[in-house]
């Protein structure tokens, strides 16, 4: 059984970046991240296949948002870029179990098994 713990959330000012990690224990497939504001449900953020070649993004954070991978380390990362108000939320690690043979598996929540506890992000002007 994995558990993630997720770090490096924080607040930042528009324009900005952060850095996201999540160390999992455990063995792990396809990892991603998900975010959620309150009253919403949880959004797709990103995602990274088991061995890290093959990435896949929300149209909203594509080119400003990159997942990789260190699987010496079982760690998955967000480096986030030109954060916008837009972008605050609780971001969620979330790991597979089972290898995706269909890309649209890599974005839905009810594809992954664990998740991490959550970490806020919040965007400034």
């Known amino acids: 059984q994995a558990q993630l713990v997720e770090s490096g959330g924080g607040n930042v000012q528009a324009g900005g970046s952060l850095g996201l990690s999540c160390a999992a224990s455990?063995?792990?497939?396809?990892m991603a991240w998900f975010r959620q504001v309150p009253g919403k449900a949880r959004d797709f953020v990103a995602a990274?296949?088991?061995?890290?070649?093959?990435?896949y993004y929300a149209d909203s954070v594509k080119g400003r948002f990159t997942i990789s991978r260190d699987n010496a380390k079982n760690t998955v990362y967000l480096q986030m870029n030109s954060l916008k108000l837009e972008d605050t939320a609780v971001y969620y690690c979330a790991a597979a179990t089972r290898v995706f043979s269909v890309a649209v598996y890599y974005t839905l929540t009810n594809s992954y098994t664990y998740w991490g506890q959550g970490t806020q992000v919040t965007v400034s002007s």
């Open positions: 990274i296949n088991w061995n890290g070649d093959s990435t």
């Open positions: 455990g063995r792990t497939f396809a």
